[in-house]
């Protein structure tokens, strides 16, 4: 597979280099001949977007590094960017150094976000270890409150900070007020069961926290990446930017590829408690269009592997722990629905 096709051929390497894809290619007598027919040849998948070995503070997913891994890389996927979370109390160093003292025995190549979640002003300067340790992007997040949360002023002031040391800011974009405020509104009505999970955090609240953080970053002239948009104006607000001269990207996931709110009415709901939630059924393709056109940046999966046990240990939302698992599934839900079914 190439980026503009998947076709029958040879594919000649030297050294770590491709040199040459065809049909026939003459080699030298010496040359290594590997017969993968029947077989698919191309590079190995960056996820960009996982969470191995989770800890919220709140609930821990049981995988490790080598389990976590091991299934990426029997799915085609060679390396993930994962997170070293800050823990209250931490240096963003100490939290690098204790994310990598977690992953000795991860069985592919990977590198880390780093999730800034106690910098309070004054210690702005620490960032700038995050360049000497390859740490070039920092995660921020709108919601969530309180454990990651940080207002528009926080915001704000960790941007300009990344945009003088040349970082990048990822954004988990969903407005706490509203969320909390649909939260609420549904436990004191009762509506707690995971039916009504998608009804807890409506696409508004992600579409307007997309749009206030991409007038924050220009204002702090500062790059910055949209996490797994769900709905299809966020990839537009996002498209719109960057017309103007944003240096914007984003990102959605297959699960808002692939899947649509009316699961919360099916037989197993549990399985699909994730932030941001599946929104309505027209979502999907209209994210495939945007995808073909180019206003997706990259497709990962936000992986979050909880076992079933921890999903179904209450029928309350508010209680079950989000997330999908994703990075063995990548390559073969996003070839087979995205190009397999395009062709």
């Known amino acids: ?74 799915g085609g996927v060679t390396t993930v960017v994962d997170f070293a979370t800050q823990f209250p109390g931490q240096t963003l160093r100490q939290a690098v150094d204790a994310r990598l003292a977690e992953t000795r025995d991860a069985a592919i190549d ?50 300009e900070t990344c945009a003088e040391l040349g970082l990048r800011p990822l954004v988990h974009c969903e407005n706490d007020a509203l969320v909390t405020a649909q939260t609420e509104a549904l436990v004191a009505a009762g509506e707690t069961g995971w039916q009504f999970h998608g009804r807890s955090r409506p696409a508004l609240a992600e579409q307007e926290a997309i749009q206030r953080i991409l007038f924050l970053a220009d204002a702090a002239g500062c790059p910055v990446h949209i996490c797994h948009c769900s709905t299809s104006l966020s990839v537009s607000m996002v498209a719109e930017a960057r ?20 699961v919360y009415a099916g037989p197993e709901p549990w399985r699909y408690i994730l932030q941001p939630p599946l929104r309505n059924p027209e979502e999907p393709d ?10 997706v940046d990259l497709i990962a999966t936000d992986h979050c592997d909880y076992t079933a046990a921890q999903k179904v240990a209450q029928d309350d939302f508010t209680q079950t722990p989000g997330g999908l698992p994703g990075m063995e599934t990548l390559l073969p839900l996003v070839y087979t629905y995205g190009v397999g079914r395009a062709v």
Request: proline share 5%; glycine share 8%.
């Open 110 to 159: 990977y590198a880390f976000h780093v999730m800034v979640t106690d910098l309070p002003p004054g210690r702005e300067g620490e960032l700038a270890e995050l360049v000497e340790l390859g740490t070039s992007s920092v995660k921020l997040y709108t919601t969530y409150r309180p454990n990651y949360y940080a207002d528009d002023a926080t915001v704000l002031r960790l941007m």
């Open 243 to 262: 017309e103007w001269g944003q240096d914007v990207s984003c990102e959605t996931c297959p699960q808002y590829l692939l899947l649509d709110d009316t």
């Open 286 to 295: 209209r994210l495939w269009v945007q995808v073909e056109g180019g206003m």
């Open 1 to 74: 597979m190439t980026p503009e096709a998947a076709l029958d051929a040879d594919v000649l390497v030297q050294g770590a280099q491709i040199k040459a894809v065809g049909e026939g290619l003459p080699v030298a007598d010496d040359t290594l001949v590997l017969d993968a027919a029947g077989c698919y040849v191309l590079p190995g998948v960056i996820d960009a977007h996982t969470h191995i070995q989770l800890d919220t503070g709140i609930y821990k997913t049981p995988d490790d590094w080598f389990v976590g891994t091991r299934a990426a890389a029997c």
